[in-house]
């Protein structure tokens, strides 16, 4: 079936690498989280991360979509994309950032607290779920297509394409599978850091994670 869930579902959050030495020691933290990084490198669009806090989760007693830690459910992220190309945010080079990987499978055992969405988290038409078994909701030939443009016939599609998987205020280290970054010098800098750290996190290079073939 084009719409199958995948058997592991693999999940996706970006970040700068000056972030990488914070993460090692404290994992991925919300910003309201106590263990917040007070020197985060931040490279999303801020205006957006700002109406999340305010954005109620669609399940009762969840909160705001801004108290969750998100992960894509692809690489290949439109954020990733407007990151790269400057397109309403800041430019930043492909090896200034870090791509963290983990699953649903591995996150949904961390955090007794966590939802997904059949699309971008705060809009208003996107439906929120808890429970894994709806994971056949998300569109997954439009995300595995890696193609978001927008057309008549689909005006949708782009929406679908920013599904999410959230996690409640806090991802441990242990939860991260791996690290994809965009060349060797990133690589080098990556497992120096992990070797200071005394962690032991897969390291890839992968140029197509950042739009480049």
């Avoid at 999940?11 to 404290?26: G, M, Q, S």
């Avoid at 957006?48 to 801004?66: A, L």
């Avoid at 010098?185 to 197509?208: D, M, Q, T, W, Y």
Wanted: charge should be neutral; proline fraction near 5%.
């Amino acid at each position: 079936m084009p719409n199958q869930v995948p058997n592991k579902v693999r999940l996706f959050r970006i970040t700068h690498r000056d972030n990488l030495a914070d993460i090692l020691v404290h994992g991925i933290c919300n910003k309201h989280h106590p263990n917040a990084n007070p020197n985060f490198v931040s490279i999303g669009n801020n205006d957006v991360i700002d109406k999340r806090i305010e954005h109620e989760v669609k399940i009762i007693d969840y909160g705001n979509v801004g108290e969750y830690v998100p992960f894509y459910f692809t690489p290949a992220s439109v954020m990733l994309l407007n990151i790269l190309t400057g397109y309403g945010v800041p430019k930043v080079m492909p090896e200034d950032i870090i791509c963290m990987v983990s699953s649903v499978q591995t996150l949904s055992n961390c955090n007794n607290k966590y939802f997904f969405t059949d699309g971008q988290a705060n809009t208003f038409i996107t439906k929120h779920y808890a429970d894994l078994k709806d994971l056949d909701k998300i569109d997954w030939q439009v995300i595995n297509s890696k193609d978001f443009t927008k057309s008549n016939l689909d005006p949708d599609r782009l929406r679908r394409y920013q599904a999410e998987f959230l996690v409640y205020s806090h991802v441990p280290l242990t939860s991260i599978e791996g690290i994809v970054v965009y060349n060797e010098s990133c690589s080098n800098f990556v497992k120096s850091e992990l070797e200071k750290a005394g962690e032991i996190i897969p390291v890839h290079v992968s140029k197509k994670h950042y739009f480049n073939h």
